[in-house]
Protein backbone atom coordinates (compact mmCIF):
# COMPACT_ATOMS: atom_id res chain seq x y z
CA UNK A 1 0.00 0.00 0.00
CA UNK A 2 1.06 3.38 -0.72
CA UNK A 3 1.97 5.49 1.94
CA UNK A 4 3.54 8.82 2.98
CA UNK A 5 5.33 10.12 6.04
CA UNK A 6 5.78 13.35 7.76
CA UNK A 7 8.01 13.09 10.61
CA UNK A 8 7.77 16.43 11.92
CA UNK A 9 4.61 17.67 13.14
CA UNK A 10 5.41 21.35 13.30
CA UNK A 11 8.49 23.50 12.38
CA UNK A 12 9.64 27.28 13.02
CA UNK A 13 11.86 28.89 11.25
CA UNK A 14 12.49 32.93 11.34
CA UNK A 15 11.40 34.88 8.52
CA UNK A 16 13.81 35.23 5.47
CA UNK A 17 15.94 32.00 6.41
CA UNK A 18 15.38 28.95 4.38
CA UNK A 19 12.54 26.43 5.05
CA UNK A 20 12.49 22.27 4.65
CA UNK A 21 9.67 20.45 5.18
CA UNK A 22 10.15 16.75 5.35
CA UNK A 23 8.38 13.88 3.68
CA UNK A 24 9.07 10.07 3.17
CA UNK A 25 7.05 7.74 1.05
CA UNK A 26 6.55 3.87 0.43
CA UNK A 27 5.18 3.03 -3.01
CA UNK A 28 5.00 -0.24 -4.65
CA UNK A 29 5.23 0.92 -8.09
CA UNK A 30 6.58 4.61 -9.25
CA UNK A 31 5.92 7.52 -7.15
CA UNK A 32 3.16 9.98 -7.77
CA UNK A 33 3.61 12.62 -5.25
CA UNK A 34 2.15 15.83 -4.30
CA UNK A 35 2.19 19.14 -1.45
CA UNK A 36 -0.71 20.81 -0.78
CA UNK A 37 -1.10 24.11 1.81
CA UNK A 38 -4.08 24.16 3.82
CA UNK A 39 -5.30 27.70 5.60
CA UNK A 40 -6.75 27.44 8.66
CA UNK A 41 -10.64 26.85 7.56
CA UNK A 42 -10.09 26.59 4.19
CA UNK A 43 -9.91 23.95 0.84
CA UNK A 44 -6.50 22.37 0.47
CA UNK A 45 -4.17 24.20 -2.04
CA UNK A 46 -2.05 22.64 -4.70
CA UNK A 47 1.59 23.83 -4.80
CA UNK A 48 3.62 20.86 -6.90
CA UNK A 49 3.95 17.77 -8.09
CA UNK A 50 6.05 15.02 -8.96
CA UNK A 51 5.48 12.61 -11.69
CA UNK A 52 8.42 12.05 -13.58
CA UNK A 53 11.75 13.86 -14.87
CA UNK A 54 13.75 16.18 -12.60
CA UNK A 55 14.37 15.65 -9.58
CA UNK A 56 13.72 19.47 -8.03
CA UNK A 57 10.09 20.50 -8.95
CA UNK A 58 9.32 23.96 -8.93
CA UNK A 59 5.59 25.22 -7.75
CA UNK A 60 3.65 27.95 -6.56
CA UNK A 61 4.12 30.79 -4.24
CA UNK A 62 7.94 30.07 -4.33
CA UNK A 63 8.02 26.56 -2.93
CA UNK A 64 9.89 23.38 -4.55
CA UNK A 65 10.41 20.16 -4.00
CA UNK A 66 13.08 17.83 -4.30
CA UNK A 67 12.62 14.14 -5.47
CA UNK A 68 15.35 11.93 -3.55
CA UNK A 69 14.55 8.30 -5.25
CA UNK A 70 17.14 6.64 -2.98
CA UNK A 71 16.32 8.38 -0.02
CA UNK A 72 12.49 7.95 -0.96
CA UNK A 73 12.12 11.31 0.05
CA UNK A 74 10.16 14.36 -1.13
CA UNK A 75 10.86 17.37 0.65
CA UNK A 76 9.30 20.71 0.19
CA UNK A 77 11.83 23.83 0.31
CA UNK A 78 11.87 27.25 0.08
CA UNK A 79 14.48 29.52 0.32
CA UNK A 80 13.38 32.65 2.11
CA UNK A 81 10.36 32.14 4.26
CA UNK A 82 7.73 34.63 4.68
CA UNK A 83 5.25 35.02 7.92
CA UNK A 84 2.36 34.15 5.36
CA UNK A 85 3.78 30.91 4.80
CA UNK A 86 2.57 29.91 8.07
CA UNK A 87 0.05 26.96 8.03
CA UNK A 88 -0.87 23.41 7.62
CA UNK A 89 1.55 21.22 4.99
CA UNK A 90 0.73 17.71 3.40
CA UNK A 91 2.36 15.77 1.60
CA UNK A 92 0.23 13.32 -0.26
CA UNK A 93 0.65 9.86 -3.24
CA UNK A 94 -1.30 9.20 -5.57
CA UNK A 95 -2.97 5.81 -5.39
CA UNK A 96 -3.24 5.00 -8.78
CA UNK A 97 -4.09 6.74 -12.54
CA UNK A 98 -7.82 7.96 -13.13
CA UNK A 99 -10.35 8.67 -10.43
CA UNK A 100 -7.97 7.14 -7.52
CA UNK A 101 -7.29 9.03 -4.10
CA UNK A 102 -4.82 11.08 -3.13
CA UNK A 103 -3.39 9.42 0.72
CA UNK A 104 -2.04 11.99 3.10
CA UNK A 105 0.92 12.21 5.44
CA UNK A 106 -0.21 13.32 9.27
CA UNK A 107 0.37 17.00 8.48
CA UNK A 108 3.04 19.93 9.27
CA UNK A 109 2.60 23.16 10.75
CA UNK A 110 5.05 25.60 9.71
CA UNK A 111 5.49 28.78 11.31
CA UNK A 112 7.37 32.07 10.39
CA UNK A 113 8.08 34.21 12.89
CA UNK A 114 9.11 37.62 12.28
CA UNK B 1 -10.60 31.33 -12.42
CA UNK B 2 -13.17 28.99 -11.39
CA UNK B 3 -12.92 26.97 -8.49
CA UNK B 4 -14.85 24.05 -7.26
CA UNK B 5 -18.00 25.10 -5.54
CA UNK B 6 -19.43 23.55 -2.19
CA UNK B 7 -23.14 24.13 -0.61
CA UNK B 8 -23.84 24.27 1.93
CA UNK B 9 -20.92 25.50 3.74
CA UNK B 10 -22.15 25.20 7.26
CA UNK B 11 -24.45 22.50 8.20
CA UNK B 12 -25.90 21.44 11.81
CA UNK B 13 -27.79 17.98 11.80
CA UNK B 14 -29.41 16.17 15.21
CA UNK B 15 -28.16 12.63 15.17
CA UNK B 16 -30.10 10.04 13.07
CA UNK B 17 -30.98 13.13 10.38
CA UNK B 18 -29.70 12.84 6.87
CA UNK B 19 -27.42 15.24 5.33
CA UNK B 20 -26.93 15.98 1.26
CA UNK B 21 -23.62 17.81 0.52
CA UNK B 22 -22.97 18.75 -2.81
CA UNK B 23 -20.35 19.85 -5.30
CA UNK B 24 -19.74 21.49 -8.55
CA UNK B 25 -16.20 20.73 -10.14
CA UNK B 26 -14.43 23.20 -12.02
CA UNK B 27 -15.64 23.12 -15.73
CA UNK B 28 -14.32 20.70 -18.09
CA UNK B 29 -13.45 18.43 -15.23
CA UNK B 30 -14.48 14.98 -15.25
CA UNK B 31 -13.87 13.51 -11.84
CA UNK B 32 -14.73 14.32 -8.14
CA UNK B 33 -13.38 13.30 -5.07
CA UNK B 34 -14.71 13.32 -1.59
CA UNK B 35 -12.73 13.52 1.28
CA UNK B 36 -13.46 13.47 5.02
CA UNK B 37 -11.30 15.69 7.62
CA UNK B 38 -11.93 15.53 11.45
CA UNK B 39 -10.48 17.73 13.49
CA UNK B 40 -6.59 18.01 13.70
CA UNK B 41 -6.62 15.02 11.20
CA UNK B 42 -5.16 14.56 7.68
CA UNK B 43 -8.19 14.28 5.08
CA UNK B 44 -8.88 10.69 4.51
CA UNK B 45 -10.75 9.73 0.81
CA UNK B 46 -14.18 8.33 1.11
CA UNK B 47 -15.12 7.44 -2.82
CA UNK B 48 -14.77 8.88 -6.56
CA UNK B 49 -16.50 9.48 -9.65
CA UNK B 50 -14.76 9.50 -13.10
CA UNK B 51 -16.89 9.96 -15.94
CA UNK B 52 -19.51 9.61 -14.08
CA UNK B 53 -19.01 6.63 -13.39
CA UNK B 54 -17.60 5.34 -9.32
CA UNK B 55 -13.71 5.10 -9.68
CA UNK B 56 -12.61 4.17 -6.16
CA UNK B 57 -13.47 3.46 -3.02
CA UNK B 58 -11.99 4.33 0.45
CA UNK B 59 -13.18 4.31 4.03
CA UNK B 60 -16.65 5.33 3.28
CA UNK B 61 -19.32 4.13 5.57
CA UNK B 62 -22.38 1.93 4.42
CA UNK B 63 -24.67 5.10 5.66
CA UNK B 64 -22.98 7.14 3.36
CA UNK B 65 -23.76 7.02 -0.67
CA UNK B 66 -22.74 9.33 -3.42
CA UNK B 67 -23.35 9.89 -7.27
CA UNK B 68 -22.04 12.23 -10.18
CA UNK B 69 -24.39 13.34 -12.28
CA UNK B 70 -24.48 13.96 -15.97
CA UNK B 71 -23.59 17.62 -15.70
CA UNK B 72 -20.72 16.16 -13.71
CA UNK B 73 -21.79 17.88 -10.29
CA UNK B 74 -21.91 15.30 -7.12
CA UNK B 75 -23.65 14.80 -4.19
CA UNK B 76 -22.56 13.10 -0.86
CA UNK B 77 -25.59 11.35 1.08
CA UNK B 78 -25.14 10.74 4.71
CA UNK B 79 -28.03 9.14 6.66
CA UNK B 80 -28.28 7.81 10.33
CA UNK B 81 -25.84 10.62 11.44
CA UNK B 82 -23.40 9.90 14.16
CA UNK B 83 -21.71 12.50 16.74
CA UNK B 84 -18.43 11.43 15.21
CA UNK B 85 -19.35 12.29 11.55
CA UNK B 86 -19.13 16.02 12.81
CA UNK B 87 -15.96 16.83 10.43
CA UNK B 88 -14.78 19.35 7.45
CA UNK B 89 -16.19 17.33 3.98
CA UNK B 90 -14.03 18.43 0.69
CA UNK B 91 -14.99 17.74 -2.78
CA UNK B 92 -12.07 17.66 -5.23
CA UNK B 93 -11.86 17.55 -8.94
CA UNK B 94 -9.48 16.73 -11.82
CA UNK B 95 -9.05 16.82 -15.46
CA UNK B 96 -7.83 12.58 -16.20
CA UNK B 97 -7.16 11.68 -19.22
CA UNK B 98 -5.71 7.98 -19.91
CA UNK B 99 -2.28 7.62 -18.17
CA UNK B 100 -2.27 10.96 -16.48
CA UNK B 101 -1.66 11.73 -12.98
CA UNK B 102 -3.27 15.26 -12.59
CA UNK B 103 -3.45 17.52 -9.46
CA UNK B 104 -6.81 17.64 -7.38
CA UNK B 105 -8.21 20.95 -7.04
CA UNK B 106 -10.01 21.48 -3.43
CA UNK B 107 -13.54 23.28 -3.17
CA UNK B 108 -13.86 25.09 0.39
CA UNK B 109 -15.60 22.13 2.58
CA UNK B 110 -18.65 21.85 3.76
CA UNK B 111 -18.45 21.55 7.53
CA UNK B 112 -20.98 19.46 9.35
CA UNK B 113 -21.78 19.70 13.19
CA UNK B 114 -23.77 16.66 14.30
CA UNK B 115 -25.17 17.42 17.60
Known amino acids: AQSVAQPEDQVNVAEGNPLTVKCTYS??????LFWYVQYPNRGLQFLLK??????LVKGSYGFEAEFNKSQTSFHLKKPSALVSDSALYFCAVRDGGAGTALIFGKGTTLSVSS | AAGVIQSPRHLIKEKRETATLKCYPIPRHDTVYWYQQGPGQDPQFLISFYEKMQSDKGSIPDRFSAQQFSDYHSELNMSSLELGDSALYFC??????????????FGPGTRLTVL
Open chain 1, 27 to 32: VSGNPY
Open chain 2, 92 to 105: ASSLETSGSYNEQF
Open chain 1, 50 to 55: YITGDN
